[in-house]
T-cell receptor, first 116, second 114 residues
Framework: DSGVTQTPKHLITATGQRVTLRCSPR?????VYWYQQSLDQGLQFLIQ???????AKGNILERFSAQQFPDLHSELNLSSLELGDSALYFC???????????????FGPGTRLTVL | AQSVAQPEDQVNVAEGNPLTVKCTYS??????LFWYVQYPNRGLQFLLKYITGDNLVKGSYGFEAEFNKSQTSFHLKKPSALVSDSALYFCAVRAAYNFNKFYFGSGTKLNVKP
């Protein structure tokens, strides 16, 4: 058990809908990462937050957004869902002091999103 | 284009033999390099990283990787494979000058046979 929790574990929804995925980092970790893993696109980095602020942005679609709250949990919002958004979404956390990105990342179990 | 290549979709090795999983990268400036492992039904795990310093990096479970700047490679190695090492391995590169640029390879499935 990595100490990172993600809810829900599975999510089935329809095209055009909006969903929110939730991630709670390990206690003490300030940084949260979101990743998407799909058969088509492989594993992709979406976005990183550090202590409530956006730190880096990867291949995240405009229909997707994320935020990190004062208690450091993070949510990934996916809207206007398309069939191609079906994927496994992982959250990871790390300690990270200041500008360093050298800390080990700990991954959650993932949320499997199925868009019908 | 900046990217990561894992040229082998699958690597087969006998238990007790050394293993190598290959990774080459292309990124502007200094790279931060990572290996992750994904076990079935157990999610993704961080294995090791190269940030700076010694080119030989040691990680979890007896794995190590060597950063070779001239060949832009970061191959994962283990002297003696275990059946329990069978999993999907991902190499990743992040540009030191731009954290937005964080790319993963397509993954290599490692099969270790008894």
């Amino acid at each position: 058990d990595s100490g990172v929790t993600q809810t829900p574990k599975h999510l089935i929804t329809a095209t055009g809908q909006r969903v929110t995925l939730r991630c709670s980092p390990r206690s003490g970790d300030l940084s949260v990462y979101w990743y998407q893993q799909s058969l088509d696109q492989g594993l992709q980095f979406l976005i990183q937050y550090y202590n409530g602020e956006e730190r880096a942005k990867g291949n995240i679609l405009e229909r997707f957004s994320a935020q990190q709250f004062p208690d450091l949990h993070s949510e990934l919002n996916l809207s206007s869902l398309e069939l191609g958004d079906s994927a496994l979404y992982f959250c990871a956390s790390s300690v990270e002091f200041g500008i360093a990105i050298t800390d080990t990342q700990y991954f959650g179990p993932g949320t499997r999103l199925t868009v019908l | 284009a900046q990217s990561v290549a894992q040229p082998e979709d699958q690597v087969n090795v006998a238990e007790g033999n050394p293993l190598t999983v290959k990774c080459t990268y292309s990124v502007s400036g200094n790279p931060y390099l990572f290996w992750y492992v994904q076990y079935p039904n157990r999610g993704l795990q961080f294995l090791l990283k190269y940030i700076t310093g010694d080119n030989l990096v040691k990680g979890s479970y007896g794995f190590e990787a060597e950063f070779n700047k001239s060949q832009t490679s970061f191959h994962l190695k283990k002297p003696s494979a275990l059946v329990s090492d069978s999993a999907l391995y991902f190499c990743a590169v992040r540009a030191a000058y731009n954290f937005n640029k964080f790319y993963f390879g397509s993954g290599t499935k490692l099969n270790v046979k008894p």
